[in-house]
């Protein structure tokens, strides 16, 4: 017997109680479709509640501002997703009178959106008769069928796109799509998969097999850099100086407490952070003392960040030379300024230390 009967039978009967699916709309797919990409369900929950209370629709979004996009994105991370979803729906404005495209090619089009998320949205919101294949819908064919090459590889997406398209059941891929996501998600797991649960165990040639922990076939991992980042706190008269990052690359858009990465010609952290505000602002600064260490992974690198309390130099002004833009901000005034993970602690820890005292002179 095919498993996708099965595989259909079940999730009728145990799929995901989503916001996203209790109230179905292309943009409430669009949307949950974004929030999802490397982030979980459960992470992404009241992200969602918070954005549809706030953008509604596309015409709301595209009217945003993207300060304020960012803002309400803050601690969801990735954030070039927030910046794609503002371009895409004003985009959708000019070019879709305001209706969101309805086929994979054309989604394909918009920022933000690749060819997952195109079939998905396209599958779920519009119907249309297209596969998948995120990474919990290439786990279960990897081991439905014991695909023995390495599933990130070019030739084993190829494959697995293949084999989820070859299954699909016209007229029903939006809940094909859904069903092999929850299964993925709640059952065939990347590590101890629930296979005596599992609706379509007896199809899966890995379990019968003794192979289903090992696959999908792993790529090799490559080495992962580990930085040190410098960060300098700049206070003056009860403000501190926030610079913002530029539009495109890492964190684009959103503010941070100036400073750089440790290179090999620098002897020690205190020179490098003088280096970086020099090279970045114009200016050069007293360090007073340290204000604690930060770590954090980024996708394809790790930091380890050190904060310190610092002071401009008599009568320095500082000057945007790499084009960013700076501002003196009130401790009340930071949640106005959307930051990153890192940033977001060392201001936080200001405002409660603030409690205890001023910041130093």
Request: hydrophobic residues 40%; neutral net charge.
């Amino acid at each position: 017997m095919s498993f996708v009967p099965l595989l259909l039978d079940w999730y009728e009967h145990n799929a995901r109680e989503l916001p996203w699916r209790l109230a179905v709309s292309p943009y409430r797919t669009w949307i949950s479709e974004i929030m999802l990409q490397q982030t979980q369900v459960e992470t992404v929950l009241p992200y969602f509640e918070r954005w549809m209370a706030r953008f509604p629709d596309i015409e709301t979004l595209a009217a945003a501002d993207a300060q304020d996009v960012l803002t309400l994105w803050e601690g969801l991370g990735y954030y070039s997703r927030a910046r794609n979803l503002h371009r895409a729906a004003r985009q959708v404005m000019m070019d879709h009178n305001g209706q969101l495209p309805r086929t994979r090619g054309s989604l394909g089009t918009l920022p933000g959106i690749g060819p997952y998320t195109a079939a998905a949205i396209a599958s779920i919101a519009f119907g249309e008769d297209v596969a998948a294949v995120d990474g919990n819908i290439r786990r279960v064919f990897a081991r439905l069928f014991d695909v023995r090459i390495p599933a990130r590889s070019t030739q084993g997406e190829q494959e697995l796109g293949a084999l989820a398209q070859a299954h699909l059941p016209l007229g029903r891929a939006g809940d094909y799509n859904q069903a092999l996501m929850d299964l993925g998600a709640l059952i065939c797991k990347p590590k101890k998969p629930d296979c005596i649960s599992c609706p379509i165990a007896a199809n899966c040639i890995a379990r019968k097999l003794g192979l289903q922990e090992e696959r999908p076939v792993r790529m090799p991992r490559k080495k992962i850099p580990h930085l040190t980042v410098t960060a300098a706190v700049i206070h003056q008269d009860g403000q501190v100086l926030l610079a913002q990052r530029p539009p495109k690359g890492l964190l684009g858009g959103l503010w941070e407490f100036p400073g750089g990465t440790l290179e090999e010609d620098d002897p020690d952290l205190r020179a490098c952070l003088q280096r970086e505000i020099r090279e970045e602002l114009g200016v050069e600064i007293y360090i007073d003392k340290a204000f604690g260490q930060y770590n954090h992974a980024y996708t394809h690198f790790k930091i380890t960040l050190h904060a310190f309390l610092c002071r401009l130099t008599d009568g320095a002004l500082p000057q945007a030379l790499d084009g960013q833009a700076w501002v003196w901000a009130a401790l009340p005034e930071f949640p106005n300024y959307p930051m990153g993970k890192v940033d977001r602690q060392i201001a936080r820890r200001l405002i409660k230390e603030s409690d205890d005292g001023p910041l130093p002179d």
